[in-house]
Nanobody, 131 residues
Framework: QVQLVESGGGSVQTGGSLRLSCTTS????????MGWFRQAPGKEREGVAT???????FYADSVKGRFTISRDNAKSTLYLQMNSLKPEDTAMYFC?????????????????????????WGQGTQVTVSS
């Protein structure tokens, strides 16, 4: 069974940086489109960034210019470089793969409209940004 495992979360101060990783293991899954999503306490899951084959990337407006999504296909790993972090970036960050037929490869979603896009999700890694 395919698993996605996130790592790299932690606690930083405003303006700091973190690099999240998401490693795929346990089988084969479509990775033509993969993405990072986040969910803060009391809020719906929201899209952060996605990457499509050929390294076409999409970003939520709230992170554009600060976050960079990338992938290393040889290592079956997805990354999210997060710079200039703000307290409002505090959330559990999830990666996802196995885009469902008909779903768009963009991060412009919230709640169920995000979770409906992908078959496989990781358990998440916590990011906390203090002011």
């Amino acid at each position: 069974q395919v698993q996605l495992v996130e790592s790299g979360g932690g606690s930083v101060q405003t303006g700091g940086s973190l690099r999240l990783s998401c490693t795929t293991s346990g089988g084969t899954i479509s990775t033509e489109c993969m993405g990072w999503f986040r969910q803060a306490p009391g809020k719906e899951r929201e899209g952060v960034a996605t990457v499509f084959i050929g390294d076409t990337t999409f970003y939520a407006d709230s992170v554009k210019g600060r976050f960079t999504i990338s992938r290393d296909n040889a290592k079956s790993t997805l990354y999210l470089q997060m710079n200039s972090l703000k307290p409002e970036d505090t959330a559990m960050y999830f990666c996802a793969a196995g885009r469902r037929r008909g779903a768009s490869c963009t991060p412009y979603c919230s709640g169920a409209s995000c979770t409906a896009k992908y078959d496989v999700w990781g358990q998440g890694t916590q990011v906390t940004v203090s002011s």
